[in-house]
C-alpha cells in the first residue's frame, strides 16, 4: 500500500497534493491529522499513551498522522528566512530522532530519518531554542529494515508520566540512518524467561522479516530471586539461544548486549559488577552460537569509571527533590537513567555497533 503525505508550514513549499498546516490545527478523526497538546500523563508503560512532546519542558504539541501498520521514511525541511533556528525532533514514545538542528538565516537544511509505526498513528514533536520546520514528506517504505529491540527497564520506552527517567531504546534512533526504523518491546522488569513466558516475545516474533534485526539485552532482573530469575550457564542461555534460533528462523539477525553497569563503585573508584557470571555467560553463549556481542559492559564501565561517582549522578537517575513535577520527592536510583543518560548510553550502543566486525549493521549508523 502506497502511503504518502507531504505537510507544508512555509508557502514557499506549497506543491500539488500538499497539506497546509500549522500547529494551530487540532487532530481530527475526520482528517486524520493535526497537532494534540497532552492534558495528562501517562505513567502506565504498557498502555503506551505517551506523546512525544510530553518529553520536553515545557511540553509541545505532537503532531499525529492516521496511517497503517509499516515502516516510514520522514523527511523534514528546517529554516527561516529571517533568523536563526535550533529544532530537535521526537517521535514515537518520547524517541529522539534529531538533535538540535542549526540553521542561519535564509538557509534551509533537510534531514530524514525512519520511523516504525504499529498503533496506527505517527507521532512527531518539535521542540528547542528556536524550532522551525518548513515542510515534512512521510512515505512508507517497505525496503526499511527493521531494529526490534527487547530487554528490561533500562532499554524500554519510559512512559512521559515518569519523564525523565529514560531507557537507551529511545535514543538509539537518532544514531541510525532512515534505513533503519526502531521497534522498542524491552519492558520494565522483564528477564529473558519472563519476556518469553509471559508471550512478549510473539509480537516480535510475528513481525519479524529477513534482514531485520533482534537486539537483546537481559540480565538485571534475571539475577533476581524470583519467578523470572535463570541461572547464567543454564536457562538465562536457554532463553536467550531461544531468541537467536527464532530470530535466524524468519531470516532475521540477532544480536547479544551485555547489560550496562550499576552505579556501584569500589574505594578505588572503580566499577564494582553486580551482575555475577551473567555478562560472561553471554559472552560465551555469543561465541559458541556465533552471534555478534555488543560488550555494552565494558563500555559502561569505562564510561562510569571516568565520570566518576559524582559525576555519574548526571547519568543516573538523580535529582534533588522538586527539580521534576513526576519526582516530587527526588531520586537517587544506580540503576535507572536520566534523560541525559539514557542518550549516552544509547551513544555507547552505536559506538559498540561501530567497532564491532558487523558491517551489515554498522553501514546504517549516521556519520559522526
Known sequence: MKVQHKFVFAEEEECADS???????????????GFKQATSLSTNEDLRLSLPGEYVQPAVPTLLVDVPYGNYRVSICFGDQEKSTETTVLTSIGSLMLDRIQTLPGQFLEEEFAVHVDDGQLKLAFAGQSPSVRSIAINRDASIRTMFLIGDSTVTDQPAGKYP????????????????AVVNYARSGASSKSFMEQDRYLKVQSRLRSSDYVIIQFAHNDEKDNDGGT??????????????NSARSCGAVPLLVTPMHRRVF?????????HGQYSEAMRK??????????????????????????GTKEIFL?????AYPTLPSGAADNTHFSRHGGMEIARLVADCVRESTFLPLARFLRDR
Open 19 to 33: 497539506i497546509s498546516i500549522q500547529y494551530t490545527d487540532c487532530y481530527s478523526m475526520d482528517r486524520g491529522y
Open 318 to 322: 538523580w535529582a534533588e527533590p522538586g
Open 266 to 274: 569500589d574505594e578505588r573508584g572503580e566499577i564494582q559488577d553486580t
Open 285 to 310: 553463549l555469543a561465541a559458541d552460537e556465533g552471534v555478534t556481542l555488543l560488550d555494552l559492559a565494558a563500555k559502561s564501565k569505562q564510561l562510569f569509571e571516568a565520570s566518576g561517582e559524582e
Open 165 to 180: 527517567y529514560t531507557g537507551w531504546g529511545q535514543g538509539i534512533g537518532q544514531f541510525f540512518t532512515a534505513d533503519i
Open 231 to 244: 541461572k547464567p550457564y543454564s536457562s538465562y542461555q536457554q532463553f536467550l539461544r531461544e531468541y537467536i
